[in-house]
């Protein structure tokens, strides 16, 4: 980061380049896809690339495992999970209904910080998560039903995908005694750890009929994507409160939506569109409520 510059300004920049990152990484992933190499694959290669960055910053730290093992087991299952699923949903689904979906995450961060970190809920808190709930049953609406639910794995993917993020958020700011490099390699573990158990409950092969570019691509994409997206997010997210690092990564929207549009032809209902900007709304509202908090 930059010398002479605030913590907080250096986290801002941080979170706004991973948000960039994250807004565009679902091309190279579908890329991936069309080579042979599908989601549950790309996870565990791209985030297997991350293994040299994983020892370098792992040197002399290995002893922070046993200051909170509980809080870290949590953070490589829910940092995990939130890769794995995300990609997931990327691949199966449209590109801006997902993101949409994952960003109710400030949403469940505002629960999660509640239960876990004790920060109390205002009435304006509870309008917002009256808000954020009235935009997501817009957008969850299904014609043939009067229940509003997620219409296909995708959205499960990428609802599951939001809260895990926003647990891994909050556990984040929780476990100050345990250093930015070991909770960004225990994710990164997560994710390869979780990748691999369930290929094998699935009995999966993911070499057969693989192009082996393809499989040195997602190394690489880990090693270069991967790692600087990871650095910035707990970065970050570390040191800023948790609302307000869930509202500046709100900018990967914008990335998603221009580079959907311009490099495919997917489109987004009107309904979509309005519940959606509910959603944006009380993420807005939630940062807002951090801040002056």
Sequence with gaps: MLWGVSTRVNAIGALIIAATMWGFIW??????????????????????????????????????????????????????????????????????RVLLLFYLSPIWAILFARIILGERITL?????????????????????????????????YALTSGISFAMSNVMMRKTQAVSIQV???????????????ILLFKQSSIINAVNPYMILFAI???ATFIVVMTLSVVYGVSHLPVHQSAIILLFELVVGAVSSMILTDESVLMREWFGGALVLSAAYFAARESTSG
């Design 27 to 96: 091309y190279p992933l579908r890329l991936l896809e069309e080579g042979g190499l599908h989601g549950l694959g790309s996870s565990l290669f791209m985030y297997t690339g991350t293994f040299l960055a994983a020892l370098y910053l792992l040197r002399g730290r290995c002893g922070e495992f046993r200051y909170a093992p509980i809080s870290l087991f949590i953070i490589g299952l829910t940092v995990g999970w939130t890769n794995i699923a995300f990609i997931l949903a990327i691949l199966e689904g449209t590109v801006l």
């Design 124 to 156: 304006r808190v509870w309008g917002v998560l009256f808000i954020a709930m009235t935009g997501a049953l817009i957008m969850l609406w299904h014609e043939e039903s009067s229940v509003p639910y997620p219409q296909n794995t995708a959205d499960w």
């Design 183 to 197: 909770k960004t390699v225990t994710g990164w573990f997560g994710v390869v750890i979780l990748a691999s158990v």
């Design 220 to 222: 690489l994409l880990g």
